[in-house]
């Protein structure tokens, strides 16, 4: 037992001495950008099928090219070191990734000694019920969870799959454990531009802050248009200014969204527009797949292969430099397009490959 206290000390303080030296010298793109986000899709299954992010068929990786958990913990950890700041578990459905509490459980260290700031999840919201507390005894505060509108039976045709009450169940059990939580809505032409008004005070009723998402051009979803579902936050936030007292907020949280705080509720609703506004001159995030892929923007399709560098080496060396050399490759900006003529599909991925 002693000499195991004796090396877990040491750890963390060899944890400490590299992240102060990495410090010094943290990941910069060739722009100039402080790379300091690091969001994790750690399965690409999910329980849901939603319209504008699979199709209902959806052919799901095969289990010898998805990472094992302690891959998965390998990579994170170099991240964290060469700077990550802030660590995001996407899917898919992170939640419906067997023994996914050992990860979380493992990233939480990282907090615990100081190297990470945050960690955090998006999620569903379909297995919250079950995770809420651990997910607060590791090191978890705040969770995101997807959610485009509050009638239960157009839930079942946006989800295909998923159980309404199921998600409710699990929003209350995130708020009892202590969880912040944010919305994701997705604003869908058709669908639920008529609810937008009710989810803004449901969520101020709740002590949830909101942010609004366009459809992004990811993937073939079969019969479903993204054309007929594009609705530009432009518009959107037009609308709430009818009936909310909307004012321009610093707030940040590291990610894409420009929050406006909502006067009547007292809650932040954030816009995430990759299309009508992208928010590219501040990315500070590159994308990890549960497959070793690193991409280095989500509407691009250059991308780092990291898996032999944690499957055929032992020492991390390989691994840390593979990591820099694709910041060093990492674009301005993307190329999100949604229009009749170019189509509605920018890049081939799944929105679930690679976690939003």
């Known amino acids: 037992m002693h000499g195991s ?4 000390v040491t750890a963390v303080l060899d944890d400490a001495a590299r992240i102060a030296s990495d410090q010094q010298a943290p990941m910069i793109d060739p722009f ?16 849901f099928r939603c319209v504008y992010c699979m199709s209902e068929d959806m052919t799901f990786l095969p289990k010898k090219d998805v990472l094992s958990l302690e891959e998965l913990d390998r ?5 964290v070191r060469l700077g990550v700041r802030k660590l995001r578990l996407t899917g898919g459905e992170p939640l419906v990734r067997r023994n996914i509490m050992w990860l979380i459980e493992r990233l939480g260290r990282h907090l615990d000694s100081g190297a990470l700031e945050e960690l955090t999840l998006t999620t569903n919201g ?6 809420a507390e651990d997910l607060y005894r590791c090191g978890v505060r705040r969770v995101n969870v997807s959610l485009d509108t509050l009638d239960p039976g157009k839930f079942l045709e946006i989800t295909r799959w998923g159980k309404y009450d199921k998600v409710m169940e699990g929003l209350e059990a995130a708020k009892r454990a202590g969880l912040q939580v944010k919305i994701n809505c997705v604003a869908l032409k058709g669908v639920n531009d008529d609810e937008i008004h009710r989810i803004v005070e449901w969520c101020g009723e709740e002590g949830f802050d909101l942010t609004f998402i366009e459809v992004m051009p990811m993937g073939d979803i079969g019969n479903e248009e993204r054309l007929d579902q594009y609705w530009p936050l432009t518009m959107v936030r037009a609308e709430l200014a009818r009936r909310w007292t909307l004012t321009d907020s610093d707030y940040v949280t590291g990610g894409p969204a420009r929050y406006v705080h909502v006067a009547e509720t007292g809650r932040k609703i954030g816009f995430i527009t990759p299309l009508t506004h992208n ?3 501040s990315c500070n995030r590159v994308r990890f797949t549960c497959t070793g892929m690193l991409y280095m923007c989500l509407g691009q399709d250059d991308s780092a292969d990291l898996r032999p560098a944690l499957r055929e080496r032992e020492d991390d060396g390989a691994l840390e430099d593979s990591i820099r050399e694709a910041i060093g490759r990492k674009p301005k900006g993307h190329d999100f397009v949604i229009d009749r003529r170019r189509g509605a599909k920018s ?3 799944h929105m679930s490959v690679t976690g939003g």
Request: hydrophobic share 35%; with cysteine.
């Open 5 to 8: 206290k004796e090396q877990e």
């Open 32 to 47: 100039g950008r402080a790379i300091s986000y690091l969001r994790v899709s750690v399965t690409d299954r999910c329980d």
């Open 75 to 79: 990579a994170c950890s170099a991240f």
């Open 126 to 131: 379909s297995q919250l019920a079950r995770y």
């Open 279 to 281: 928010f590219c001159e």
């Open 347 to 349: 890049v081939a991925r």
